[in-house]
């Protein structure tokens, strides 16, 4: 058995995802589950709102992408870059799961730069804000400036809410 049992019912193939068996859905319920950093930020703080905020911080164009950037975390867990970088297969079936959910919903085939930066942009502000002190560098952030407004942690009931707010604002921009 390759395919898991998503909120909505469907069976989601891992070795072969399509893109009718993507859901916002099951996006929305895993994102707004899902913690970043592996749960060790000081609150609480899910991907979906990593992403409903990523989006408000790009140009309008990019919203729908950056918002849903993260969306194969919904299906296959939020894992750590240093983790990741030590999963070959894993970051295979990432791309393949990218790829049905780009196709899903009309979005480039590659991560656009703008939505990269804001990635970046996020991760400086949520060092920041939500993890522990660290006088370590992250070379990953090199000139990057976090955001001036502090993040504020949400409950997942909230991030799910904000999220899908998101999504249908930005389908009617």
């Not at 408000?56 to 894992?79: G, N």
């Not at 970051?91 to 780009?102: G, P, T």
């Amino acid at each position: 058995m390759t395919w898991l049992l998503t909120h909505s019912g469907q069976h989601f193939d891992l070795v072969d995802p399509q893109p009718e068996m993507i859901s916002v859905i099951d996006i929305v319920k895993g994102l707004s589950r899902e913690s970043r950093f592996a749960g060790q930020t000081r609150y609480y703080y899910t991907v979906a709102q990593h992403c409903a905020i990523a989006s408000t911080i790009v140009a309008p164009e990019y919203a729908f992408e950056a918002l849903m950037h993260d969306a194969s975390e919904a299906y296959l867990k939020d894992i750590p870059r240093p983790l990741k970088q030590l999963l070959p297969d894993y970051r295979r079936i990432e791309q393949r799961v990218e790829s049905a959910i780009r196709a899903r919903f009309g979005l480039p085939e590659e991560q656009s730069p703008e939505v990269t930066e804001a990635d970046r942009i996020m991760l400086a502000t949520e060092r920041r804000d939500l993890m522990p002190e660290d006088a370590a560098d992250w070379p990953v952030l090199a000139g990057i400036r976090p955001l001036d407004k502090r993040l504020v942690a949400i409950n997942s009931n909230r991030a799910e809410s904000l999220f899908m707010e998101r999504f249908l604002e930005v389908l009617t921009q």
